[in-house]
């Protein structure tokens, strides 16, 4: 099992910045990448950007430029993610929630994957 805490959301107003962070605990030897997605009311949850334990890193293209993902680990191991989020606009209010993908095989031979979630932290921008 692993544990997911989000912090940093809050109430911004439009065109300024936020950071989100995210840290997870438990059995998170196995987690091969980390995410942040996003919903908003009425929508679908949306990836906003993923990282891998390696750096890579990828975005919705509709947010390139204005948010950035990095993680805090040492190479080949990602456990503790933040979301650095500049120029804020209205379209951004959203509850982000973090995600943690554990995946592997086990000695048997059989592959596993589990998606794991945070609660969920609220970003509010004002007009």
């Known amino acids: 099992q692993v544990q997911l805490v989000e912090s940093g959301g809050g109430l911004v107003q439009s065109g300024g910045s936020l950071r989100l962070s995210c840290a997870a605990s438990?059995?998170?030897?196995?987690?091969?990448?980390m995410a942040w997605y996003r919903q908003a009311p009425g929508k679908q949850r949306e990836l906003v950007a993923e990282?891998?334990?390696?750096?890579?890193?990828?975005?919705?293209d509709s947010l390139k430029g204005r948010f950035t993902i990095s993680k805090d680990n040492a190479e080949d191991t990602v456990n503790k993610i933040n979301l650095q989020m500049n120029s804020l606009i209205p379209t951004d209010t959203a509850v982000y929630y973090c995600?943690?993908?554990?995946?592997?095989?086990?000695?048997?031979?059989?592959?596993?994957?589990?998606?794991?979630w945070g609660q969920g932290t609220q970003v509010t921008v004002s007009s």
């Open positions: 995600n943690a993908v554990v995946k592997g095989y086990e000695w048997s031979g059989s592959y596993y994957h589990y998606d794991y």
């Open positions: 438990g059995s998170i030897f196995n987690i091969k990448s």
């Open positions: 990282i891998t334990s390696d750096g890579s890193a990828n975005y919705a």
